[in-house]
């Protein structure tokens, strides 16, 4: 059986290396299927095609994903964004965005992939 797991934001080093950051934090340590995590991008400019479906919630600034064809998906604060599997695209952010991630499967996804135990919290007392 499985616990869970709480991911407490000041254990987590966020702070963006060569332009991003990107944590795994449930991977494939925890779930067989499902991988999620938090991405900082500075000034990205990310060309790559996606493994697996994925969603973006944007937390803050704003993130474009290019799709040659389509044209450009922006997405703000509050805004979610799905790519499907297979879709080759560009993540584009000028300064800052953070934003939440969900993937499946696991195990297609660079960040999701890895089995890292991050610093995990139990219940809260109460």
Not at 114 to 119: F, M, Q, S
């Amino acid at each position: 059986m499985s616990e869970v797991k709480l991911f407490r934001r000041e254990d987590l080093d966020l702070a963006p290396k060569e332009g991003h950051a990107v944590l795994g934090l449930v991977n494939a340590s925890f779930s067989p299927e499902l991988g999620g995590g938090i991405g900082v991008f500075n000034d990205a400019d990310v060309a790559w095609t996606c493994t697996y479906d994925e969603i973006l919630f944007v937390l803050e600034g704003r993130m474009t994903i290019r799709v040659k064809g389509q044209g450009d998906y922006t997405g703000g604060p509050g805004d979610t964004i799905w790519i499907p599997r297979g879709l080759p695209m560009t993540y584009l952010t000028k300064g800052k965005c953070t934003f939440f991630y969900a993937v499946c499967p696991v195990d297609k996804s660079p960040s999701s992939a890895k089995r890292i135990a991050y610093p995990t919290h139990g219940p809260t007392k109460t």
